[in-house]
């Protein structure tokens, strides 16, 4: 066991009084005291709107923020009528008024007694400093398919020259539709794509980055990049190739050029080939690998000695010491061998390195962390949340959230922690943070390991 990072709670703070899920974003609230964080909660597991995975909720989805300082600003109950799962109601926090203070944004509704109503959901808006709702907009109307794929819901956001975006969007696997909206919350523009077009399908992740370095932020929805300007397509990876979904969309960024890579795991049952593929920031294939299989997860890392790294793993439906695991280099695609398992992990730089440990966040394994090698650091107890290990509250180094059955909520880091050079320049990167956002949208729970 390494003896230099020592694991403990950083952070504690009751918030509810039972929780069966937790998401979580940072919020800024204005001042220049460090971000508050909001929690995504309910006493009932998140629901997937899946056919085969939903349930009927027995609590409400609560929106909670609290401060630096082990505090419960407020509590915001979201109500009956809002299913208590991120796809039916993602959280988003956003300044698209420009003062400074982001407001944050959700989906709510009108006709409680009916949760899938067509007509009464609304993009509702929360001041961060009371947690008030302070107005609500026609939620638009969803892509007539299959409950599993048309109650897909997102909230994002970007800038074109300075100027804020919101960006709301329905689907992911067939017909999908997203509008941009302007600051007085009239609409920017709008973009469909139907079942028959060609190209890729959506992702489980939505980044939100400038790619390309000219002032404009774009979305990478599924193997498309989208502007935020006018909501237009500037290119579909394998669009005559490629018609399926893939789980990971991950932007990683080479620190020594400057330039980004897309890193893609491709899950759907169809059979076209690669399964793996990495991109340049202009759609062009960087390197490619596996002719078969459902790549079902992913992640990019810095991992010491391997240096950057792309880890896929595949076979969703077999057992855990059954899962098949693949390991690149993250720019060249030359095969890394892993001596240890990494299915299930998302990577956390605990010390403030720059280099990152893995914390398992599923099945037996969950809580346990590793060190790049695969040496054991410690465990985190009770549950760990679907969030991305990242720097909150200005802590030094990086913190894993976790959460307790009768509703504590923790944070776990490394109390000798020190960040140095090559940990503040991925802080200070705008991707850092822009991902960070993303946390309570879809399963953007790794994307800041990309930067």
Not at 74 to 101: A, K, N, R
Not at 114 to 139: K, M
Not at 185 to 208: I, K, M, N, Y
Request: aromatic share 10%.
């Amino acid at each position: 066991m390494a003896d230099e990072i020592s694991l403990d709670v950083l952070y504690e703070v009751s918030v509810a009084d039972a929780m069966r899920q937790l998401r979580a974003v940072p919020v800024a609230t204005g001042g220049n005291g460090p971000d508050a964080l909001l929690c995504v909660h309910s006493a009932h597991p998140g629901v997937d709107p899946g056919q085969n995975h939903f349930t009927l909720p027995t609590d409400t989805l609560k929106l909670t923020l609290v401060t630096a300082d082990e505090t419960v600003a407020w509590t915001h109950d979201v109500g009956d009528g809002i299913v208590p799962g991120v796809w039916f109601c993602p959280v988003f926090p956003f300044d698209l008024d420009g003062d400074g203070v982001e407001e944050i944004w959700y989906v709510d509704t009108v006709d409680p007694d009916h949760p899938f109503s067509l007509d009464g959901h609304r993009l509702a808006r929360i001041d961060a400093a009371t947690g008030e709702t302070t107005g609500t907009w026609d939620w638009p109307d969803y892509p007539y398919e299959p409950m599993s794929m048309a109650y897909r819901n997102f909230i994002f956001g970007g800038h074109v020259r300075g100027d804020p975006v919101l960006v709301t969007a329905q689907g992911t696997y067939r017909e999908m539709k997203l509008q941009g909206w302007n600051p007085d919350l009239s609409r920017r523009w709008e973009t469909t794509f139907a079942r028959e077009d060609p190209g890729a399908q959506g992702s489980h992740q939505c980044p939100v980055l400038d790619i390309d370095g000219d002032g404009v932020d774009e979305v990478l929805w599924g193997e498309r990049l989208l502007e935020l300007d006018a909501g237009e397509q500037l290119w579909c990876a394998d669009r005559d190739s490629w018609s399926g979904h893939s789980d990971i969309v991950q932007p990683t960024l080479d620190h020594r050029t400057g330039e980004w890579t897309v890193f893609t795991c491709r899950e759907s049952h169809v059979e076209e080939p690669p399964r793996v593929v990495a991109y340049d920031a202009s759609g062009e294939r960087v390197w490619t690998a596996l002719e078969e299989g459902h790549m079902h997860t992913g992640w990019t890392a810095r991992l010491g000695e391997h240096g950057r790294v792309a880890m896929a793993g595949a076979n969703k439906h077999a057992a855990y010491e059954e899962m098949d695991e693949y390991a690149w280099d993250a720019f060249t695609g030359e095969e890394r061998e892993l001596d240890y398992p990494v299915y299930s992990t998302l990577p956390v730089d605990l010390d403030g390195n720059g280099t990152h440990d893995l914390v398992y966040e599923m099945f037996d394994r969950e809580g346990l962390v590793v060190d790049h090698r695969g040496e054991e650091l410690g465990r985190v107890d009770g549950r760990v949340a679907r969030f991305p290990p990242s720097k909150l509250f200005d802590f030094p180094g990086e913190q894993i959230l976790a959460y307790t059955a009768d509703g504590r909520v923790r944070l776990w880091g490394d109390s000798n922690a020190a960040d140095g050079d090559a940990a503040r320049r991925r802080y200070e990167r705008p991707y850092y943070r822009k991902a960070q956002r993303l946390a309570s949208v879809g399963y953007n729970w790794r994307n800041v390991a990309g930067v």
